[in-house]
């Protein structure tokens, strides 16, 4: 450390005019990826054109996201080609896009896998076929790098998110007890990734409270626990653990051996499996085909997307499950379909900033900030030195009804969110103004599904799982959470259904 | 007349506020944390300005004389601080403790000025115009130095001679009081003499201020420093004490050039002599060419492929006369290609097969660095060896980190490669170690190049044996995702240190 004087002296004076003149430096950036607009068009039922061309294929594959290339997955590696997966945005993805700059790829949502246990098969067969797993062994450099996590509490880093600094001997009691409960509940085995697998009626009572008052129920009082909890409901469901069914949020914590290793990673998130996923289906993939009505028929189902008419056999509906009743003809009303919108936003930085002395982590995550933190792309990078990065950066609006959160970010411009991400930065890194050159921010009405009290038992759920006609629902918000592995398993589901019928 | 008292009080404010911003700012530069070191000391400053005011009371008489005391005082207490300061931290443990003190000091004597000042001057104005006057004045000369500061005076003139200038200005006030408040004055002629003595003395410092600077930042390194210079990557420092070269990045002794031909003959030539036909030789790290130094003594060689983060160092060790004396030229050899990548990426993308390949990065004391200690990073560096192929890998002191050391050995092991772990005396460094490996058995070479100083074939056995107290100890293997090896070395260090 002494030998930094001598640039310090070198240096200072420049330094100083840098922190007396301190000049607002110019910060691009713009809103990116919007769909609002095509969906605002279904929901004004607004006149789409009629059919001009029609194609027969047998299977088709409605929206692109993890679910339904999972799904497009599967049919291929079956060896059945003959289907097209319509994607309304121009980029297929869903939560799993990524984007790209001169500096690194990275996410624009859901960011990494935890390392899946061995119930979740489709997930291992998967990352088989990606390299991901090889006789066993997960690919070191897939796994998030270390550090992984930190947490800035009162002026310090400490490693990890769940509080360790500044606990109290009964915070210290309550987060040791809250962790037996959740071991039991572990054992119970019904807690499950994906949860079809385990999930009994014995703990149906869990969904019908939500997690905080099933914690106080239990004793729980200490504030930070209930910080990391609440926490945590609104990074995997973007909703406050007070809006969140007790179960979800056990869940949570109850359905993954406490893994040394994980999770898996990559700069662009789950845009890396994306990416895999489209080379090997990416044939079959139509994009910015928005499909505005599915019909029934007597043979069949007829699929209208821009001015073609799909006749196919059977339609996989992969995309958000909220949007079959201005689709389909005469799909019922939903109930339990209620979506968290949230805001991720990108930032191109020429530079780390003042960190206050940490070493850079994958994860950063503020104490009492209503944000969820940022992740930075460049750190699963195999560079030794690393000047510029892209940090993205986490924001789930889940205080108050999400229908007003949802007109709250489209009613903002940019620069409003650009000054509120940067405020939130700024507390920790008081620079990060002079290090940002660029921000973009993509807004998401219909994030995630949010597992409020009741909906994972729900009947409407129940009902289209098992739906069976020749429209099958596959996206994750029908389990009621909505993760990875649940999309992949309801896709891979629904498309050997598909195969079973197909063949008899 | 009235004019010439406000403007005393205009440079006496500036000069308060500049040593508070020397203090500040040195503090910042030397012990880090700009946050707290600006907070504490304004803090600190402002109350001990409270106690000189509180203090001011109890002084009844010969207020005209304290008062060119106390600027005679704070010219040469605040004027000498920063050198001081540098001084202290670079030769005493006590830096806070003398810091703080100086700032209460100084804090205080400030504390006394204006209102030792506004009694002065009080018959000759109302009450209430003093107190407007004098504070307005104070208040503009704070704000001409908190401006002065940092654009001019830092950039320009640096902090040891920054504050001597402030504190010519209060000896000069000092010196002009004596005319400006005569009648109120005894012995007039003694305070001239010791405020031109003050103003002398400051005068000599601000001449010597470059001489100070240096020999301060001298201390950190035991020697005179004869090249120093930021690259983009590292901070390269080269120091020499009679014939002794020593490198050091980021303050990380690199290699004595008394000893050096111990580590890299010990780097290079157990594995290398035991290749049987070695053509391509790859070194990972090592810019400085002293390895390549050795490999070169190998005539069937004939390419050495050189991987180097830094440009500059590679530069600086193919052009300086005195370096390219150490190396041989060795970065000139029309047999040596010289790659400035980083390594990881290089060895990831590259496709060529070597039979020796040498590891010689600075030891894991940080995230970034570790990664090349992981299994992933050996496990991609092995692809590049060829069937009769081995690599070697520096793996820092069995002696002083022994956790690490063995946790490099069993990384190399997980891998799936035949490890041999063996240790050297090198006296600027003490034990120091490296890992054989390979995936073949490793035999010990029957025959060595000509002309070397320390390693011998007969010598070599012994190499590889461990006393107990550098004995293998179980550690699990350095990964991506644990970096087990960054916190155990800091641990090691750590221990010793303490």
Redesign the interface.
């Given at each position: 450390m002494k030998l930094g004087r001598r640039n310090f002296l070198g240096l200072g004076g420049a330094a100083l005019v840098g922190l007396s003149l301190k000049s607002e430096k110019k910060i691009a950036g713009s809103f990116v990826n919007d769909s609002f607009q095509m969906g605002h068009l279904l929901r004004d039922r607004a006149g789409f054109p009629a059919a001009k061309n029609t194609e027969k294929v047998p299977v088709v594959i409605v929206g692109g996201g993890i679910a339904g290339l999972s799904a497009a997955w599967r049919l291929r590696k079956r060896g059945f080609t003959d289907f097209v997966l319509l994607e309304m945005n121009a980029q297929a993805g869903g939560n799993a896009r990524w984007g790209e700059n001169e500096i690194t790829a990275y996410p624009w949502a859901a960011h990494y896998v935890p390392v899946p246990s061995p119930r979740a098969e489709y997930v291992r067969e998967l990352f088989e076929d990606l390299g991901v797993l090889r006789n066993g062994q997960w690919e070191e450099r897939y796994l998030a790098f270390s550090p992984q996590e930190r947490l800035f509490l009162y002026g310090r880093w400490q490693e990890g998110i769940e509080p360790a600094v500044g606990l109290t001997p009964k915070d210290r009691d309550q987060f040791q007890r809250l962790e037996n409960l959740f071991t039991e509940f572990r054992k119970s085995g019904a807690f499950t990734v994906p949860l079809e697998l385990g999930l009994s009626s014995k703990f149906q009572n869990l969904d019908r409270i939500s997690f905080s008052d099933w914690l106080r129920k239990q004793g729980f009082d200490s504030r930070l626990l209930h910080w990391y909890m609440n926490y945590a409901c609104r990074d995997d469901y973007g909703a406050l653990s007070s809006d969140t069914s007790a179960w979800a949020g056990i869940h949570y914590f109850s359905s993954r051996e406490s893994e040394e290793q994980g999770p898996l990673t990559w700069p662009e998130g789950n845009g890396w499996i994306t990416r895999r996923l489209l080379e090997r289906v990416g044939a079959n993939i139509r994009t910015s085909q928005m499909v505005h009505r599915i019909a029934e028929t007597r043979r069949g189902v007829r699929v209208l997307a821009g001015d073609t008419e799909f006749q196919a056999e059977f339609v996989i509906f992969a995309a958000p499950t909220f949007l079959a009743p201005y689709l389909l003809d005469n799909s019922p009303q939903l109930q339990d379909f209620i979506y968290s919108p949230w805001l991720t936003a990108n930032l191109t930085l020429d530079r780390y900033p003042d960190s206050r002395g940490a070493e850079p982590s994958w994860d950063t995550v503020f104490l009492d900030s209503p944000t969820l933190g940022y992740v930075d792309a460049m750190h699963q990078s195999l560079r030794t030195q690393v000047d510029r990065t892209v940090w993205t950066f986490y924001w789930a609006l889940a205080e108050g009804a999400p229908a007003q959160n949802r007109q709250f970010l489209l009613e903002k411009d940019w620069a409003y969110w650009k000054e509120t991400i940067l405020h939130d930065l700024e507390r920790v890194h008081h620079d990060i103004r002079q290090c940002v050159s660029r921000i973009d921010i993509m807004r998401m009405g219909h994030a995630m599904i949010r597992p409020v009290v009741g909906s994972i038992f729900s009947e409407e759920r129940r009902h289209l799982k098992r739906q069976n006609d020749r429209i099958l629902f596959a996206n994750s918000d029908l389990s009621g959470i909505s993760i990875f592995e649940q999309a992949q398993y309801q896709g891979v589901e629904a498309a050997q259904k598909v195969l079973k019928r197909l063949h008899g | 007349m009235g004019i010439l008292v406000f403007i005393s009080v205009l440079l006496v404010a500036a000069c308060g506020l500049i040593y508070e911003l020397v203090a500040g700012?040195l503090a910042s530069?030397?012990v880090?944390?700009s946050?707290f070191q600006f907070s504490t000391i304004i803090g600190t400053y402002l109350f001990a300005m409270g106690i000189g005011s509180a203090l001011s009371r109890c002084i009844h008489r010969g207020l005209a004389n304290r008062f060119v005391w106390i600027e005679l005082l704070l010219g040469v207490i605040g004027g000498f601080s920063s050198a001081l300061l540098m001084l202290a931290f670079a030769f005493t443990q006590g830096f806070e403790l003398i810091l703080y003190a100086l700032v209460m000091v100084m804090g205080v004597l400030v504390g006394l000025e204006i209102p030792l000042l506004m009694r002065i001057v009080r018959d000759r104005y109302q009450f209430r115009d003093v107190i407007a006057h004098v504070l307005t004045f104070d208040y503009l000369g704070a704000l001409g130095a908190?401006?002065l500061?940092?654009?001019l005076l830092?950039?320009?003139l640096?902090?040891v001679r920054s504050a001597m200038l402030f504190g010519l200005i209060n000896a000069g006030v000092a010196l002009w009081s004596t005319f400006l408040f005569a009648n109120q004055l005894s012995a007039t002629r003694g305070l001239r003499v010791a405020c031109l003595v003050v103003l002398c003395a400051l005068g000599a410092g601000m001449a010597q201020a470059r001489q100070i600077?240096a020999t301060a930042?001298d201390n950190?390194y035991a020697d005179e420093i004869i090249f120093?210079r930021?690259t983009h990557?590292q901070?390269l420092?080269l120091t020499r004490f009679k014939d002794d070269l020593r490198l050091?990045l980021?303050?990380h002794l690199q290699f004595s050039s008394r000893d050096e031909y111990r580590y890299h003959e010990a780097l290079v030539h157990p594995g290398l002599a035991a290749v049987p036909t070695p053509r391509r030789v790859l070194i990972l790290g090592g810019g400085d060419g002293l390895a390549v130094r050795e490999i070169l003594k190998y005539p069937q060689v004939e390419s050495i492929t050189l991987v180097d983060?830094d440009p500059e160092m590679t530069r600086i060790f193919s052009s300086n006369p005195m370096l390219t004396k150490l190396n041989d030229k060795s970065l000139l050899s029309p047999r040596v290609h010289v790659i400035n990548a980083?390594?990881?990426?290089w060895v990831?993308s590259n496709a060529d097969n070597f039979d020796f390949i040498v590891i010689d990065f600075p030891d894991p004391t940080?995230?970034?660095?570790g990664?090349?200690y992981?299994?992933?990073?050996y496990r991609a560096a092995s692809r590049h060896l060829s069937a009769q192929g081995l690599m070697v890998v520096q793996s820092t002191s069995p002696m002083f980190a022994r956790d690490s050391f063995w946790c490099i050995a069993q990384t190399l092991k997980q891998t799936g490669l035949q490890t041999y772990p063996y240790h050297v005396y090198v006296p600027s460094f003490g034990e120091w170690g490296f890992v054989l490996a390979g995936t073949h058995e490793y035999l010990r070479p029957t025959s060595l190049p000509a002309g070397l100083r320390f390693v011998s074939v007969e010598g070599l056995p012994a190499l590889f044996q461990f006393p107990p107290d550098m004995s293998p100890l179980p550690m699990p293997a350095n990964?991506?995702?644990?970096?087990i090896l960054v916190r155990t070395y800091e641990n090691d260090w750590k221990d010793i240190s303490h």
């Open positions: - | 700012t530069y030397l880090g944390d946050v908190s401006l500061f940092p654009i830092v950039p320009r640096g902090l600077t930042e950190i120093a930021d990557y901070h420092v050091f980021n303050s983060l980083d390594a990881f990426p990831d940080n995230y970034s660095l990664k090349l992981t299994t992933a990073f990964q991506l995702n644990s970096q």
